[in-house]
């Protein structure tokens, strides 16, 4: 199956310097973005003694060898070629024009070259800069991270990363403690901690030394290449990479990468900063290997040899509340494509919250079992909610994999059913996956591109980056059409109301772990909007849903102490007034532990 994978750094520059074998560098940028562009910019620095046209050999030269080296698909030439007495402010601003993600530059010809230092480089490069010392050999086995938590650790490792899945490489990280010191004195390394315990591709080494430099040159004899940050200096200061970081280009037998971001970072505030932001690793890393496209799955005969293979029954429930207006299209359309010509689904329910039109009708006509929720497992009483419904269709479906999708599509297609399961089915280790689309809204008989998702912009994503930065990368975590394996779904806590979309994600997360989730492009979902009161009340839900989650985190009551009475601000015949509301977001209890679930669905 075909992926869509997007490159850790899309847009890189290598410049060509007359003068100079640019080759270490260019096998640097091959390796860091093999799904990305590599551009190559001619430089030639003039003698200020003569006039620029002087130069036009060079130049000529110079183009000569970046034809050569253009390969029309990754490797691309800019075309012009700069001359100046001051070729850096041209570099820089060819940086800025072309908006780069990466500028990767040999040391020490380049440098020599342009007339330039290692420190005026470092300090105004005006985007994530990588200095390499050859050699860089293509086929790269072996990476070695030293870190100590720096600031620009973080863009080392995502560096490193990048070039694993670039050529296979093992990375290997090296933590540095000081002589004398634990793990818990170093601020700095605990966000990097928590990220490499959760990648088990890097092997961690650690050691306890006075002397890094030596630590990291012995450590390097096994490896093709070392990757490190520049060392945080003043900005004034006319070192830029420190007396351990300059040893390591000078001395390590291994080629050598040494990486800084654009961001300036202040010396007393780089142990902050990294324990703030090492996270974005995981969550790039997760989203590389974890975000699929549906259109990798349209071959349903592949999806059905797959199913068969793994021996798995699969179920799609659709929750509905008055939708007689859409809810038989999207039957029809999901039940012919994925039962009827290609037996992907194994059966199809409608999981109905006591509809007052004809819904529920629809549904039986078209040979779709209907299950009122506030009638399913009646000992525990009905409560309002979409998650009520959800719950409770895990009791009335028996298949090992449980979608579900909204029956207010519009513009229904096959892919919002096989798109969920093509990741769970590819990749027997996910567990929960999510559906993300661009959203525009339908408002009357005209179209609103991109209006759809207010709750998850103004809400559900600043949460989840405040309190589960892990989860970041989900595009829409509030999507209604995902699903997961029943095994891992049984497990899990159900919000009554609208927070159980926000709250399956966290719990997901702390019980199964990130790699246990994916999301999925489903291109695009027409739906009917919603009007701002009813956005208003779901995010109150959301709230008090991620409060109950933190409760457990920290082992305190919150939400006792909290009002859970929704004032809704009203405006009718020329006076305004409140409207009280009871919005009580409510949890039922993992599926498995409700004795009736444990008669039909046996372990």
């Known amino acids: 199956m075909r992926r869509y994978t997007a490159p850790a750094f899309p847009r890189v520059m290598v410049p060509i310097v007359h003068g100079c074998d640019s080759q270490s560098a260019l096998a640097a940028a091959s390796a860091i973005t093999r799904l990305g562009e590599v551009a190559l910019l001619g430089l030639v620095r003039a003698s200020p003694d003569e006039p620029l046209s002087a130069s036009a050999t060079q130049a000529r030269l110079v183009r000569q060898v970046m034809r050569q080296l253009a390969d029309g698909e ?90 694993t899945r670039s050529t296979g ?91 800084k971001t654009k961001r300036s970072m202040p010396a007393d505030r780089a142990g902050v900063h990294m324990g703030h932001t090492a996270i974005s690793v995981l969550v790039d890393q997760w989203f590389a290997e974890n975000t699929f496209h549906a259109e ?9 040899a797959l199913k068969r293979q793994q021996r798995v029954t699969i179920s799609l429930a659709l929750p509905a509340l008055n939708e007689e207006a859409t809810v038989g299209n999207v ?13 992907v689904l194994d059966e199809i329910v409608l999981m109905d919250s006591d509809s007052t039109d004809q819904t529920r009708q629809i549904a039986a006509g078209l040979g779709v079992p209907v299950h009122i929720h506030q009638h399913t497992l009646p000992r525990y009483g009905a409560r309002r909610g979409k998650g009520e419904a959800l719950w409770k269709s895990l009791y009335t479906t028996q298949g090992d994999i449980l979608v579900w999708i909204d029956t207010d599509i519009v513009n229904i297609h096959p892919r919002f059913v096989y798109g969920l399961l093509g990741p769970l089915l590819a990749n027997p280790h996910l567990q929960f996956i999510k559906g993300f689309y661009r959203r525009p809204l339908k408002v009357g008989n005209r179209i609103q591109a991109g209006g759809g998702g207010r709750v998850t912009e103004l809400t559900a994503r600043p949460l989840i980056n405040l309190f ?120 039922r209890p993992p599926m498995v532990e409700i004795p009736e679930y444990k008669e039909t669905h046996p372990a």
Request: aromatic letters at 6%.
């Open 296 to 304: 990798e799955f349209a071959d349903l005969g592949e999806l059905l």
């Open 74 to 163: 990754r490797i691309c030439s800019l075309g012009r070629v700069r001359v100046s007495n001051s070729p850096i402010e041209e570099l820089f601003e060819a940086v800025k024009e072309e908006d780069l993600d990466l500028l990767v530059m040999e040391w020490p010809c380049q440098f020599e070259a342009l007339g330039t230092s290692l420190a005026e480089v470092m300090q105004r490069s005006p985007c994530d800069i990588v200095v390499v010392r050859g050699p860089i050999v293509r086929g790269l086995k072996n990476v070695l991270v030293p870190m100590r938590g720096g600031p620009y650790a973080e863009l080392a490792l995502r560096l490193s990363l990048a070039i």
């Open 468 to 587: 589960y930065p892990e989860l970041s990368g989900l595009i829409q975590p509030l999507s209604g059409e995902y699903g997961g394996r029943r095994k891992a779904l049984e497990r899990l806590p159900f919000s009554s109301g609208y927070g159980v979309e926000i709250g399956l994600i966290v719990d997901m997360l702390e019980t199964f772990g990130l790699s246990a989730i994916a999301q999925v492009d489903l291109l695009e979902r027409v739906h009917h909007n919603q009007p701002l009161e009813s956005l208003s009340k779901m995010s109150f839900a959301i709230l008090q849903t991620v409060m109950r989650k933190l409760e457990r985190r920290f082992g305190r009551n919150v939400l006792e102490e909290v009002n859970k009475t929704f004032k809704l601000i009203r405006y009718e015949g020329g006076r305004l007034f409140l409207d009280i509301e009871e919005i009580a977001e409510q949890e």
């Open 169 to 259: 490489a093992r990375i290997t990280s090296l933590h540095i403690v000081p002589a004398g010191t634990g793990k818990g004195d170093e601020a700095p390394f605990r966000g990097l901690a928590y990220v490499l315990a959760h990648m088990p591709e890097v092997k961690a080494l650690e050691t306890q030394t006075d002397q890094p430099a030596e630590a990291i040159l012995e450590t390097s004899k096994g490896y093709d290449l070392v990757v490190l940050g520049a060392t945080v200096q003043p900005e004034t200061s006319s070192v830029m990479v420190g007396p351990v970081t300059d040893r390591i280009l000078r001395e390590s037998p291994a080629g050598v990468m040494i990486v």
């Open 331 to 343: 039957i029809q359309t999901v039940k012919s494509a994925l039962m009827d010509a290609v037996p």
